[in-house]
């Protein structure tokens, strides 16, 4: 059973940064697209951005365009988001999710347990 750990969240000011990794345990990456979805309290966990296997490809949603940077290692082992210009309205809790299809289709089979990013001041 593939399992998701994801690592760095906390608190940060408005128009902070913050780098979140997503790493497989006793697994490697390859061979899977890779996306981060959050959830704000009372709200539906939506997607903020997936890569592609190669890492050709990266797509985001709109309110974390040109903010957020989704990379992965050569490797294929860690997955990590880079979050710029961060605003309170980023308050979630953060998932990892790994798509056994190499490329973003959207599918989830995998669930890491979700780290807690605050932005406050």
């Known amino acids: 059973q593939l399992q998701l750990v994801e690592s760095g969240g906390g608190l940060v000011q408005p128009g902070g940064p913050l780098s979140l990794s997503c790493a497989a345990s006793?697994?490697?990456?390859?061979?899977?697209?890779i996306g981060w979805f959050r959830q704000a309290p009372g709200k539906e966990r939506e997607g903020g951005a997936c890569i592609s296997n190669s890492g050709g490809i990266t797509k985001y949603a709109d309110s974390v365009k040109g903010r957020f940077t989704i990379s992965r290692d050569n490797a294929k082992t860690t997955v990590w988001l880079q979050m710029n210009n961060l605003k309170p309205e980023d308050t979630a809790v953060y998932f990892c999710?790994?798509?056994?299809?190499?490329?973003?289709?959207?599918?989830?089979?995998?669930w890491g347990q979700g780290t807690q990013v605050t932005v406050s001041s």
């Open positions: 999710a790994a798509d056994t299809r190499p490329y973003c289709s959207g599918r989830v089979d995998y």
């Open positions: 006793g697994f490697s990456l390859d061979g899977y697209a």
